[in-house]
């Protein structure tokens, strides 16, 4: 090979350069594939619910902390249960953000104290705050309780402590929560399921002999109309919400929404219903004058599993927008007179001709009368061709 002198050096400067390069990583070497391992391959699984709503879908949490050496309890991955019967593996942003809860700074995780007049909340251990509770309990106890009652009959109750529990409780924590209560003689015991399904427990024991939800999520899709009323379930409850959308799109159900919001639930209706807030129960009476008057009623159902067929009192009455047994002064109603007349063994009559002029059935009718598409319009706000 003939090479002059510029030529040497550019060899040279060029093998230089590929060593270099090769030393800094530049030359291809063998491919290296590798398979990461499973995340969850050594965690411990376990069942729950989420809390964060009546749908209660069902979550798998996976933990480290499986007796390993050195590995400490921590959750960290959850994902809805395939499982469960009603969510199917769904979790809604709600659910699926429940790990982040679980570690997020601002939960709390020990009691705290506020002594009177302060503004500052102090940590103190379960001993202490455990032991406070029981100390004031005891003494408001002790100070209050009632063995008798004004006129000598034995009740053993204290009134002047409540307990208020978690509506998200499980039964059996539900039953401890009585027993603990109740033991002591307390009759105020209450959660917050009182508040927002006090409605439907006065509506569905009438109605359906008990007052607890008659059945699940799951049998909505067997449903050929959905009425969403007061709710808005596409956002509220978005897991619970699939079997609508189920029933819509394999039932041909028909989804009817009515609230004085256009919400998620309304987007996805086949008829929304506007109304003014508070006029809701114009347009539910409404809704019963419109089915009496066109006999769309279920007669069998009406006169055997409801209060139909019931007579009402004789002193019963309704005028000019009171009931019977209103006390002015007091702003308040007796609703001794709203009762059922008794028979000489003490239970309701019946008329199972639901021709008594008392009877439920026939009070019912007259009261809804007055609620005719055009008064219920006015007072709803409901454009007449939706209504
Ligand atoms: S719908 Fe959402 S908030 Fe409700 S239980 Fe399921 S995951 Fe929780």
């Known amino acids: 090979m003939q090479i002059n002198r510029r030529g040497f050096f550019k060899v040279c400067a060029g093998g230089m350069a590929g060593t270099t390069l090769a030393a800094l990583g530049f030359a291809p070497t063998e491919a290296m594939a590798s398979v990461r391992q499973y995340k969850l391959l050594r965690a411990k699984e376990t069942r729950n619910n989420c809390t964060y709503c009546s749908v209660g879908c069902g979550v798998l949490m996976y933990s480290l902390g499986d007796g390993e050496k050195n590995a400490k309890p921590a959750v960290y991955h959850i994902e809805g249960d395939p499982d469960h019967p009603v969510s199917r593996g769904s979790l809604c942003p709600k659910g699926a953000g429940l790990v982040d809860y679980i570690h997020s700074e601002g939960r709390l995780k020990h009691p705290e104290y506020r002594a009177p007049g302060s503004d500052k909340w102090q940590r103190i251990s379960w001993d202490d705050a455990i032991d406070r509770i029981a100390r004031l309990m005891k003494a408001d106890r002790y100070a209050n309780f009632e063995r008798v009652n004004a006129k000598g009959t034995v009740v053993n109750r204290w009134l002047t402590t409540g307990m208020l529990c978690s509506s998200a409780a499980s039964n059996e924590t539900a039953i401890l929560d009585q027993k603990f209560a109740r033991s002591l003689g307390m009759i105020a015991i209450d959660c917050q399921a009182h508040l927002c399904h006090g409605p439907t427990v006065a509506a569905l024991a009438p109605t359906f002999g008990r007052g607890a939800m008659t059945n699940n999520w799951v049998n909505i899709k067997n449903a050929n109309l959905i009425i969403v009323m007061g709710g808005n379930a596409a956002e509220a409850h978005p897991v619970g919400f699939k079997w609508a959308v189920e029933a819509k799109t394999h039932n041909d159900a ?67 927008g009171l009931f019977s047994g209103y006390n002015a002064d007091a702003r308040q109603y007796d609703k001794t007179s709203w009762n059922y007349e008794l028979d000489a063994n003490g239970f309701a009559k019946r008329d199972m001709t639901l021709t008594h002029p008392r009877c439920v059935w026939n009070l019912l009718k007259a009261h809804v009368a007055r609620y005719t598409p055009e008064m219920v319009v006015s007072l709803c706000g409901t454009p007449a061709h939706h209504y």
Do not use: C, M, Q
Request: net charge negative.
């Open 254 to 320: 028909k989804l009817i929404v009515v609230d004085p919001r256009f919400n998620r639930s309304a987007d996805v209706a086949d008829l929304y219903a506007t109304i003014r807030a508070g006029s809701d129960a114009a347009f539910l009476l409404g809704i019963i004058n419109h089915l009496i008057t066109h006999d769309k009623i279920h007669h069998e159902y009406v006169k055997s599993y409801t209060s139909a067929s019931l007579i009402v009192r004789e002193d019963f009455w309704f005028d000019e």
